[in-house]
């Protein structure tokens, strides 16, 4: 039985011939958020469906898609269009940045790697490992640099090479503490300078097992820096998956990719119906 099917039992009472369902109970569970789980139950206790379970299902698989929608996302168009990955410890951004590079030279494009995080020397040789494998120049430097040189440094390099993307990997950063997360800001407004009119994309990482905490993560992440999207790492049969909507419909930030394993071909470009299909037979 599903994750789905088994909270719509767990919060159902059987009180003579009626059942009674506790939608706000399951939505919560699901990691759909406060404030969407509410939405929704709104939505049932309106339209008289929160007794019909299986219409009640339908109406919220609809909002869901509705909410989620079919966004025309397209990574910045320059030389280089610049990608910076972001996001706590453990999310999975050096593997992610692995697998857009892979993604992006598969379809031809010239493609360089930057090893921002210079807080951890593994860090940069688990990047340094991926580009070996993949033939793609690494910018990096010792531990200890100022990160934002590191990343000037490579655009400056990546733009003399004419690439098409510079794909940016930062170190993991807890989003309240704020001195992290002023680095950050540092790297990213380095970039903007020297990128000129070409726009960032900020790309938010985060592990979907982490459940309501992508939100937060999200929140504090998208205040700091502005988010143009997520991708979401290890979204296997674990990972309930309502942090997806929960963070589009609060914050209006997009999921683009899911990402299921280490090879560099798992990185999946998210569907709105498929997801949802997915998270209701999960």
Known sequence: MSFWKNLVGKFTTLIGQKELVDWEAILIESDLGINLSQKLYSLLE?????????LAERRIRKEL?????????????????????????????????AKLAYKFKSEGKKVYLAACDTF???????????????ELPVISAREGVDAASVAFRAFSQASQSQADYLIVDTAGRQANKKNLMLELGKIKKTLEKASGQIPLFVLLVVDGTSGSNVLIQAREFHEALGLSAMVVTKLDSSAKGGMIAAVKYELGIPTLFIGRGENLEALEAFSPEGFIEEFFSR
């Open 46 to 54: 309106k339209e008289k469906l929160l007794t019909r379970t299986d």
């Open 65 to 97: 898609i509705a909410i989620l929608g079919n966004d025309s996302l397209s990574f910045p168009i320059g030389q280089p269009g610049v990608i910076l990955l972001v996001g706590v410890n453990g999310g999975g951004k050096t593997t992610t940045a």
């Open 120 to 134: 951890r020397a593994a860090a940069t040789e688990q990047l340094k490992i991926w580009a070996d494998k993949l």
